[in-house]
């Protein structure tokens, strides 16, 4: 592992770590923070990644889903990806699913939304692309990419062909945002590398054991940049953008303001390629500045293989920081933004590194898991080699969910097993993000490769205060997707934003919520909307869901 001068000695660093944990304030309960309610939601989800003895590079990558509220109900459903046989289609192919949430229960309505997809997917984003107030799909895949409009009326359509986002190449993630501030949605989506199940190349460890190939035995290619025409089109924008870069192999992306000038800016995690940060303009085109900020390359100036990304504010000092899981034996990413959107790496400093060299990071999300004002780090692991064992023994194909306890802003604890979380090995995806049972904590769903998909259900968080807002854009950016709001609560400024994307493969929960410790009341609030307006809010309620409109 690499080490630093100025890293604290390995065995004063887990002292620390373990007094930090001691006298951190201890809940009443013993119980495991995440309980898994897969069974009691009946939720009866099998990933199919067609795992055939050639271990074709596409087996290993999916899947996820999106967790959105489809009907407006004011719950969240879940759609989730199936990945198929790789085999000749046949009448009984999976398909992709959509499960409406009913009272706590998830009900299988696939086939009256018309979402019966059997095509071999991957990811999927759910966002308002045609601001009529219903939140539409976009979903990723091994050949041609499929948006569906959400009709309104409990169905979907697909209008891939009349909106011109059918990218048939192998894509990965893909996210919403207001690029330009005109009041509607593009899309961003990353695309891996160039691939063809005909083309496979095999791959073998000491020229024995075949494994799946890694991505340097592929060419990369570009992401894709589309513009929303604001009239159920889009337009392909990504060289006249400046965001066309022919090699990288995107598989995560976020959207985030990581300069505070009101202008969305796009990250993305590379696999063994520099991740990519392209800086806003203001004026429809972007600047690749990734080497430039600081975030192309881990502290010591490598590309790793990273696949989730996420970007929140850790520290509490109001601008964005940025994270990104990696591949085993790297350490994840933790990137402290210096207030004017350059960034340090900050892992080895905050405790990070050493917990997450070994595992091998996909899913992931900051989460305030405990809502004690700080965000924390969850991550879904899950090895791509599923004979790993045989090439290393330290090393596993289904691995722990990381929990990262925030300790004030200045380092990270592993709590992974005073969670409950080191019980049950996973061979993690796309992961999941919201408050399925609004409670007002936030619940995790967990799509593993091959295997079933997983809800595990916060336990732990609504035992102190918090504030779950949703924002409703009047301007046709209906989620408000790239606003801000800050607010103060005890002395303490915290700021979230509105994120479509993050994660890997995944769509999550448009709203947010705020973690309030012990504090009795919110002293101010300020919404900063998606197009740069300020508002400001009063008297705002506790444990609640609260709604505010765009003025």
């Not at 690029?179 to 961003?188: E, K, P």
């Not at 604001?230 to 090699?247: H, M």
Request: with cysteine; aromatic share 10%.
């Amino acid at each position: 592992m690499r080490q630093r001068k100025h890293d604290v000695p390995r065995l004063l660093s887990l002292i620390l770590q373990t007094c930090l944990f001691l006298i951190h304030p201890l809940f009443g309960s013993a119980a495991p923070y995440f309980r898994d309610v897969t069974d009691a939601m009946e939720l009866d989800f099998q990933h199919i990644n067609g795992f055939s003895a050639e271990r074709r590079l596409v087996e290993t990558m999916g899947s996820g889903g999106a967790l959105f509220d489809f009907d407006n109900d004011g719950d969240l459903d879940l759609y989730l990806v199936q990945g198929n046989s790789l085999l000749p289609a046949t009448e009984s192919s999976p398909t992709n699913r959509l499960y409406r949430n009913d009272a706590g229960i998830f009900v299988d309505i696939t086939t009256a939304a018309n979402l019966g997809d059997t095509g071999y997917g991957l990811g999927a984003v759910a966002a308002d692309y045609n601001s009529d107030g219903y939140r539409d799909l976009y979903v990723t895949n091994l050949g041609k990419n499929v948006l569906y409009r959400n009709n309104g009326d409990g169905t979907f359509t697909d209008v891939t062909e009349h909106a011109q986002v059918g990218c048939p190449l192998l894509s990965a993630s893909a996210a919403f945002a207001d690029i330009d501030r005109d009041g509607d949605l593009d899309l961003y989506v990353c695309n891996y590398v160039e691939y063809a199940l005909e083309t496979d190349i095999p791959c073998y460890y000491k020229n024995v054991l075949r494994i799946y190939c890694g991505p340097n035995e592929y060419h990369g290619i570009a992401d894709v940049l589309y513009r929303n025409n604001g009239d159920g089109t889009f337009t392909d924008i990504t060289r006249s953008a400046g965001v066309y870069e022919p090699t990288t192999r995107g598989l995560g992306v976020v959207f985030t303001d990581v300069n505070n000038d009101a202008w969305l800016d796009i990250y993305v995690a590379n696999d063994m390629s520099p991740n990519t940060l392209f800086i806003n303009q203001g004026n429809g085109t972007f600047r690749e500045e990734g080497v430039l900020r600081g975030v192309a390359y881990n502290g010591d100036g490598i590309a790793n293989g990273s696949m989730g990304i996420d970007a929140g504010d850790y520290d509490n000092d109001g601008d964005i920081d940025l994270w990104v899981s990696n591949f085993a034996l790297e350490a994840n990413c933790l990137m402290q933004n210096d207030g004017d959107g350059y960034f340090e790496d900050v892992t080895f400093d905050t405790n990070l590194a050493d917990p997450s060299f070994y595992a091998l990071g996909f899913g992931t999300r900051f989460i305030d898991f405990d809502n004690d004002g700080w965000l924390d780090l969850l991550v879904g692991n899950g090895h791509i080699w599923d004979n790993v064992e045989q090439i290393d023994a330290k090393q596993s194909y289904a691995q722990p969910v990381q929990l990262f306890r925030n300790q004030g802003g200045t380092g990270f604890t592993e709590i992974t097993a005073e969670a409950g979380l080191d019980e049950t090995p996973y061979v993690v995806r796309g992961m999941l993000f919201g408050d399925i049972d609004t409670d007002g904590d936030v619940d995790v769903v967990l799509c593993q490769s091959n295997r079933p998909t997983v809800i595990l259900s916060n336990e732990i968080g609504s035992e102190n205060a918090w504030l779950t807002v949703r924002l409703v854009g009047t301007d046709g950016n209906t989620d408000a997707i790239g606003a801000q709001v800050q607010l103060e609560a005890n002395g303490t400024t915290l700021l979230r934003e509105v994120i479509c994307g993050a994660s890997y493969l995944s769509g999550n929960d448009l709203r947010f919520t705020f973690g309030l410790g012990k504090a009795s009341q919110i002293s101010n609030l300020q919404i900063r909307w998606h197009n740069g307006e300020v508002q400001q809010v009063s008297k705002v309620p506790i444990r609640q869901i609260v709604t505010f409109s765009q003025n």
